[in-house]
């Protein structure tokens, strides 16, 4: 080897020493942690629902490739990018309560609960749709196909749900089952609501108030965390935290 050809090899060894870094750090994973709490009950503040979910970023060329080869045949791009799914999680407290009813026109109470139950699906996806504007984002459950985070999309309705029913003890009044039992973007392992009325006992699918929960929201100055609350009828609190790690800070912990 000659004198220029060592000098050569050893420019190009320090060259690729220092551009390895810069090749990581462009190449890195963007996270993006969701953790939300809904108040079921006003009256009640320990009636809560939990959940959270970690997303990862990839863009948009990548998730849906033919048509980013189409657009790139017209001479267009593919921008934007695809939050997939990562991992999720909920859990509801138990709860109970009352509602005044007439029963034989007489004054009687309906009887309504459900108990402690953590989740055995939950499904939710998001995205960057605004390509001028990377700090706005959409984030939603939902059992539409979801994008997972090997690139691969996922239907959740391709998988068959079963629901165990209400069990009947000894001695006590059978539940009727009624209205159907289907696969929700939360899912918990105790489907159940029950209600006793009138002297009758029934359940029905218990159903998330994060079931609908869909958000628009942005990173404002440069900050990595969004904190906000729903106002209305649903009272949803939540926290987005966008990080390079995989780590859900507050996986299955009640705090934000």
């Known amino acids: 080897m000659t004198k220029r050809n060592k000098v050569f090899v050893a420019a190009s060894i320090v060259l690729a020493f220092f551009l390895y870094p810069v090749e990581r750090e462009a190449t890195a994973k963007t996270y993006y942690h969701v953790t939300l709490k809904a108040f079921l009950d006003p009256h009640d503040l320990s009636a809560v629902e939990w959940a959270w979910v970690t997303l990862v970023e990839i863009q948009k ?41 007439r029963c034989k026109d007489r004054p009687a109470e309906m009887e309504i609960s459900w108990s402690e139950s953590w989740n055995d699906k939950v499904y939710a996806m998001g995205g960057l749709d605004n390509p001028n504007n990377p ?40 539940e009727e089952i009624r209205g159907e039992f289907i696969l929700r973007p939360v899912n918990y392992r105790d489907p159940l ?18 079931n609908h929960f869909h958000l628009h929201e942005e990173f404002y100055d440069g900050d990595n965390e969004i904190f906000n609350q729903t106002t209305g009828k649903k009272h949803i609190v939540y926290q987005i935290l966008r990080t390079s790690s995989r780590v859900h800070p507050n996986w299955k912990q009640q705090q934000m």
Not at 141 to 169: C, H
Not at 193 to 210: G, M, T
């Open 61 to 101: 060329r990548d998730a849906y490739p033919e048509q980013a080869a189409l657009a790139e045949r017209y001479g267009g791009e593919l921008r934007g990018s695809v939050l997939a799914f990562v991992r999720a999680a909920a859990w509801r407290s138990e709860h109970r309560y009352t509602i005044d009813k």
């Open 193 to 210: 609501k029950h209600y006793s009325f009138c002297r009758k006992q029934w359940v029905e699918q218990y159903l998330s108030v994060f």
């Open 135 to 174: 700090d706005e984002l959409n984030f939603g459950f939902t059992t539409r196909p979801i994008l997972l985070q090997n690139k691969r999309w996922f239907d959740p309705e391709s998988r068959s749900y079963v629901a165990l029913g209400p069990i009947r003890m000894e001695g006590e009044p059978a």
